[in-house]
């Protein structure tokens, strides 16, 4: 009956000392914590697909708590993409800004695009992301993690008890050894540290309750990182090959459904801010930044760049982008006409 919960404390790459002692803070905070499991890990992004690493995040059973650097859909997609699947359990802890960016993005979803999540089975469980870029003070992290452990201790002790023919959740009312604090947990933590150095990597990662599977960064792509699985799904098949720095097909992607965990553009590590650069500088709008170029005529030059680096020739636009180019005229025509509507709104 006993439900324990694993957290994951993903380390920066930077070894900033900073940084470092937050994590450490955490998990020593979390050392007291009955009924909680703390594996601490390299940067999730750098650790390699059959690394020691990564075959301890997949042993973890049961719902998962990942405290990292990374903005929370990065981290998802990244332990989805290694087999670490789930669905997306509520953080209270987040940038409020961004979570209302998040609403407003999706608000106009209703469109019912099939999208590859659809079509996937997950994992029975569910994995919660915070993002330590949000709070320098440890103890948020730490009420947060006994917050969720909690909920998940109470919900899966009612679950069990059902199954087993029980009559009812144990409360304080009911049962006298049940405590609140532990959910009826009363086993000590255990730590596992994995050191690893497999060096600073750099790939695309695909968010897919985004992603539509339209092919448009495979045929951008001339690196041959992109590939299809059995049933013709895009996929990341050679990350390794992808270009260190070049975040060219996340611009490309009609959906936004490409990350780069590690750019420095918050939109293109998996920040959910798309919408917040639209309300706070019109300039910016539809990814037609400074010099007045629109978002596949960088990403043509930055593919070029890497071409040219490779001692390939350059292609500029005429490989990969046409299809993409008639779908945004005509979607930048209906985000326009629906800016004009919303000013219309405001009535300024
Ligand atoms: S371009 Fe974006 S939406 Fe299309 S298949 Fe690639 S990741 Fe998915
Ligand atoms: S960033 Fe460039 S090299 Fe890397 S996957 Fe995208 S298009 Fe290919």
């Known amino acids: 009956m006993a439900k324990r919960i694993s957290v994951v404390v993903s380390q920066s790459p930077s070894k900033n000392p900073a940084k470092r002692k937050l994590e ?3 998990v020593a905070g979390l050392l007291f914590e ?3 499991d703390v594996t601490i890990v390299p940067n ?3 650790i390699k697909p ?19 650097w990374l903005f929370e859909r990065a981290a998802h997609w990244i332990l989805d993409r290694n087999t670490i699947t789930g669905h997306v359990g509520e953080v209270l802890l987040k940038n409020e800004e961004e979570e209302d960016d998040a609403e407003a993005e999706h608000a106009g979803d209703e469109d019912e695009k099939d999208r590859v999540i659809d079509s996937r089975s997950l994992k029975n469980r569910k994995i919660y992301c915070l993002d330590l870029k949000i709070s320098n003070r440890a103890e948020d992290f730490i009420e947060e993690v006994k917050r969720i452990h909690q909920e998940n201790a109470v919900q899966i002790v009612g679950l069990g008890d059902i199954i087993n023919g029980g009559t009812s959740m144990p409360t304080p009312a009911n049962d006298p050894n049940f405590s609140p604090e ?4 009363d086993q000590p933590s255990i730590v596992n540290r ?5 060096g600073r990597r750099w790939y695309p990662v695909i968010d897919y309750s985004r992603c539509t599977n339209c092919m448009e960064c495979i045929d951008f792509c001339l690196f041959g990182v992109y590939g299809v699985d059995a049933v013709d799904t895009i996929l990341v098949e050679q990350p390794d090959n ?3 720095g070049c975040p060219a097909c996340s611009r490309v992607c009609p959906e936004n459904a490409i990350m780069f965990p590690q750019h420095k553009t918050p939109a293109i590590a998996g920040s959910s801010d798309g919408v917040a650069s639209m309300k706070i500088d019109l300039s910016q709008l539809f990814g037609a930044p400074a ?16 071409l040219v680096a490779a001692g390939r020739d350059a292609v500029g636009m005429t490989v990969g982008i046409p299809r993409r180019q008639d779908d945004k005229s005509k979607q930048t025509k209906d985000d326009l006409d629906d800016l004009v509507d919303q000013l219309n709104d405001l009535d300024i």
Do not use: P, W
């Open 24 to 26: 450490e803070d955490i």
């Open 34 to 36: 009955n009924g909680i």
């Open 44 to 46: 999730l992004y750098d």
């Open 50 to 68: 059959e690394s020691t690493g990564m075959l301890a995040l997949q042993q973890i059973a049961g719902n998962v708590v990942v405290v990292s």
């Open 182 to 185: 532990e959910g009826g947990i």
């Open 194 to 198: 994995v050191e690893e150095s497999g």
């Open 242 to 244: 992808c270009r260190k």
């Open 291 to 306: 010099e007045g170029k629109s978002a596949e005529e960088i990403a043509a030059l930055e593919r070029d760049e890497q």
